[in-house]
């Protein structure tokens, strides 16, 4: 093949038929690159004879008749995507949730110990306060206050 003439025929020769699984891969994948209802662009779409002599007036490019056919025979052979495409900011976000998750955990473990903690200590007090009131009733019922049971503390304490 040497010049427009020769490659213009192969372009024409080429058999570009699809098979019906072939033509619905091909228009699922035109609608991802083109869009639903996006406008027509001279960069991703065939230009029109018009077209073609208003924006390159001194080289005009090769287009053969079967220019489209022949774009759909070459979408044909895009591999189907494998797995799901996972981005480095999605990664980095799943990351950064990971470890607040873990901090939470960290941060209410501690927090419900020291809520235990706080009333334990209050429950150690209202006791310790019942103590000093029984005894005091005790003395004022007539109990010795120099008795050594009257100031020993329970055991805990």
Do not use: C, W
């Given at each position: 093949?040497?010049?427009?003439?020769?490659?213009?025929?192969?372009?024409?020769?080429?058999?570009?038929?699809?098979?019906?699984?072939?033509?619905?891969?091909?228009?699922?994948?035109?609608?991802?690159?083109?869009?639903?209802?996006?406008?027509?662009?001279?960069?991703?779409?065939?230009?029109?004879?018009?077209?073609?002599?208003?924006?390159?007036?001194?080289?005009?490019?090769?287009?053969?008749?079967?220019?489209?056919?022949?774009?759909?025979?070459?979408?044909?052979?895009?591999?189907?995507?494998?797995?799901?495409?996972?981005?480095r900011k999605?990664?980095?976000?799943?990351?950064?949730?990971?470890?607040?998750?873990?901090?939470m955990r960290?941060?209410?473990?501690?927090?419900?110990?020291?809520?235990?903690?706080?009333?334990?200590?209050?429950?150690?007090?209202?006791?310790?306060?019942r103590l000093?009131?029984?005894?005091?009733?005790?003395?004022?019922?007539?109990?010795?206050?120099?008795?050594?049971?009257?100031?020993?503390?329970?055991?805990?304490?």
């Amino acid at each position: 093949m040497t010049g427009k003439a020769d490659l213009g025929e192969y372009l024409r020769n080429l058999d570009t038929s699809l098979t019906p699984e072939q033509r619905l891969r091909v228009d699922k994948l035109k609608r991802r690159i083109n869009g639903v209802n996006s406008p027509r662009s001279l960069y991703r779409d065939i230009p029109t004879p018009d077209e073609i002599d208003k924006h390159f007036s001194e080289n005009p490019p090769l287009i053969p008749e079967n220019a489209q056919e022949l774009i759909d025979y070459a979408l044909s052979f895009i591999p189907p995507r494998e797995g799901r495409r996972g981005s480095r900011k999605k990664k980095r976000y799943q990351l950064k949730l990971l470890a607040k998750e873990k901090q939470m955990r960290v941060y209410k473990t501690q927090k419900v110990e020291a809520n235990l903690k706080r009333l334990a200590k209050s429950k150690k007090q209202r006791e310790l306060v019942r103590l000093y009131k029984e005894r005091t009733v005790a003395v004022m019922d007539g109990a010795d206050p120099r008795s050594a049971d009257i100031y020993a503390l329970p055991k805990g304490y």
